[in-house]
Every structure is written in structure tokens, then in C-alpha cells.
């Protein structure tokens, strides 16, 4: 992943019109989160810091995971991103 500003893709994401996660979702998506880290170091492909940040700021702003999947998406630049998501794709963003 390209050098994040985590700020400014946090800026984006207050700016979405979304239902936040209520606390007991929030929760169990950090919980989940926690999980999923723990495996991918196990299986030798830890996240790098800026990609820790990144989660964390989406779990901090209780991000349902499905759009988180797609915040992601949008910022990699992939094809299935959703077009109409107000997210600066790390290549236009640098």
C-alpha cells in the first residue's frame, strides 16, 4: 500500500452517509479485526504500520465491514470498487 495520510482518508469517511455500527457490532467487528490480524501473522503476511492505521481508523469510526471492503477497494484503485464512493484512490491521492 502507497503512503496513507490516515487523516485525510478519515475526512473522507465523516463525510460518507452511513450508519455507523452500534456498540455491540462494534465489538464484535474489533474482535473479528483482532482475529483476522492474528492470522495473517501466522501465516507470515502481517499488516504493515500504515496498514494497521488504516484499520484501526476504520474500526475507531465503527465502519460496517462491507463498507470498509469497499473504502479499500476504492483507495487500491481496484475494478469492483464502487465508482460513486467518495474515496480518493491512493494513486490520485500522492
Known sequence: MALLDIEAVRGQIRALDF?????AEHAIWREDDADSRANLAIEGMALEPDEEALFDMLRDEAVPPT????????????PDADPALAITPLEQAC
Request: net charge positive.
Open 67 to 78: 463498507l470498509a471492503t469497499q473504502i479499500i477497494l476504492k483507495l487500491l484503485g481496484h
Open 19 to 23: 450508519v455507523r455500527g452500534t456498540p
